[in-house]
């Protein structure tokens, strides 16, 4: 659905999405890694269970919730992915514990 | 008052009348529940309340259903609450069918942790001190060590001494029981009238004739349930209902998976998951403005209790307004010289809203409080003060 603009640089930065071994650029926020690599759906909601994904990009819509390296309901846009990462999918609500 | 009500032609804000058997004062959870039940036994009902900016501690409330610890100086209130959390179920169970709405109420039974041995003793005196009343309605209750409750909630504190527990407490989704009481209300036609802020109550013609912001409405009866208001209002009709407001503070997280599968008294998981965090008590007069300082002291305190909602992370925190008469229990009284006015006030809106749609309510309709209301009477504050 998403492809790199042409001039856009940055190293290469590997990180896991679900376990999953996954290659983002550096700079890139996690929201805009997981829809480079094809993941548009990051979470399902807490009450009804409905598909959700990054959607304003900017820190206001609390749409990319994701867990990353173990902590729950993170900002995807807000967070820098950085090496080595583990970003995980969320299916319904967070545990308290994580 | 021989006029039959003329249907809902004319509800227009100009509209003088509206003939009603009864009028509500007051659209948060107690009169709501009030002319719900009254709706009930067939009266023709209005509720007269004000608007979206109301004072409304009906949206703000800690959503409990709760009888530990309650009753203390008035056994009597003991018994009308635990008789409130024993048909609660089948009104909550009522509303959903009138309404589908699901207000979400469960009774797993309720914890109150303490932080020190010396507290758990404290609180198992006044537990055994408040059975040991006269005329004391019992219920039962248990004082748990650290080990027993670890059992229940593996997760608690270090800090945590144990705590007392009670079967019969509950809670609800009390928003959504707002809403299905206000469902409930139009699907037994009762004619809801938002603002309609009641400037003037007077007596006429063996009825009440109610002058409000929005056109004048005239009832049989008149039930005040305006919550704060009611204090300027019960005068009007040889009432009176010395209500204060006590504010309290409530934190709530985002929605987590279920951990907290019992309610304690300031800490409680709601049913879509979210962490509620509450129980300040702070004298602050109609000021609902947040203070960081009582936020965090909550926030602390409940994390001594569960370390683990360190964690989570904070939503929503507002501050609420409870309706506290003088001894924090219940004013319901009939007036004596106008024998068709009631007041019904009280800080406990969910808990008592079954006993408020079901047992008051018909007693209003049928024409008044039994005397074993009369111990609820605000006649109890005139003694004087003690030196």
Redesign the interface.
Known sequence: MFRRLPDIAGDRVSFTIDGRPAEARSGDSVAAALLANGVAACRNT??SGAARGPYCMMGVCFDCLVTIDG???RQGCQVRVAPGMAVETQD??????? | MAEPNQGKAGQGANQRGGEFDIAVVGGGLVGTAVAWGLARTGVKVAVLDEGDIAVRPSRGNFALVWLQGKGMGMPEYAGWTRASTEIWAGFADTLRQQTGIDVAYRKPGGFMPVLSEQELEDRANAMKRLHNQPDMVRYPYEVLDRAALLKEMPFIGPEVAGGTYCPLDGHCNSLRLLRALHAGLERSGVAYRPNHRVDRIEPRDGGFRLTTAAGEIRAGKVVLAAGHDSARLAPMVGLEAPVRPQRGHVIVT??????LHHPTGYVRQTD??G?MIGDSFEEAGFDTTLRPGVSSAIAERAIRFFP??G???VVRSWAALRVLSPDGYPIYEQSATAPGAFVVTCHSGVTLAANHALTLAPLIAAGGLSDAFTVFSARRFHVPQAA
């Open positions: 807490p009450v902590t729950g309901n319904g609500k967070r545990g308290v514990e994580r | 985002e929605k987590t998976a279920p951990f879509e998951g962490v683990l909602l964690k989570l992370n």
